[in-house]
């Protein structure tokens, strides 16, 4: 009788060459894109035949979610990030930004009222204000970006939100749309990462 053989859950369709095999630029890179758990997720792993396509969506990525020059709170932008992976039908993406949103509120009511909202595509329910307007707005920009027209701003701009603001959200929709079609592309699943990067609070 043979011995029953477990393959290990792939985190991709395609091959992936993971860190403790990595040699030269890759592993530099590796370093790089590093956590702050200090793991590497699949999400830039899946980038390991072609190192220098994970070099570029690590700055890209950076500069859109954590460049101290954004004035939009980080929650938020989470949140928008999700409600995109949401609609792009990404789990990848909305578990790792919704579970982000999540501890950067700090507040459980909160967090399942928004989750609820999105989920709904209804973010009438948790959002008002510019805040409202600039989630329409990222759906629309989402779901049918050659139908956007400028009155597509005239809610966010109504609800006080200033241009680099509206320029934040639309990065925030753009870079998702990429990340989105890369993990659904390519079937990168959640497998040994570590979900969320922020401390409650």
């Known amino acids: 009788m043979c011995n029953e053989i477990t393959m290990p859950e792939r985190n991709a369709w395609i091959d992936i060459i993971e860190p403790p095999q990595a040699t030269g ?21 899946v980038h390991s035949l072609r190192p220098e396509t994970m070099h570029g969506h690590v700055v890209l990525y950076r500069s859109i979610l954590h460049h101290p020059d954004i004035t939009l709170p980080l929650w938020y932008l989470e949140c928008v990030a999700a ?14 930004h919704f579970a982000n949103a999540r501890r950067l509120l700090g507040d459980e009511t909160r967090a399942d009222a928004i989750h609820a909202a999105l989920q709904a595509r209804a973010p009438e329910r948790a959002f008002e204000g510019k805040e409202l307007g600039l989630m329409r707005y990222a759906a629309k920009l989402t779901a049918a970006p050659g139908e956007m027209v400028e009155d597509d701003l005239a809610e966010a701009r109504a609800g006080g939100a200033t ?24 079937g990168v699943s959640l497998a040994g990462d570590t979900i969320g990067y922020y401390e409650k609070g």
Request: glycine residues 6%; negative net charge.
């Open 25 to 45: 630029r890759l592993k530099e890179l590796y370093d790089v894109v590093k956590t702050p758990h200090g793991t590497v997720d699949n999400v830039m792993k």
């Open 83 to 96: 409600y995109v992976s949401l609609i792009n039908n990404c789990a990848y993406s909305l578990t790792h």
């Open 163 to 186: 241009d680099a603001e509206i320029l934040e959200v639309n990065q925030v929709c753009a870079y998702f749309g990429y990340s989105n079609r890369l993990l659904n592309g390519l």
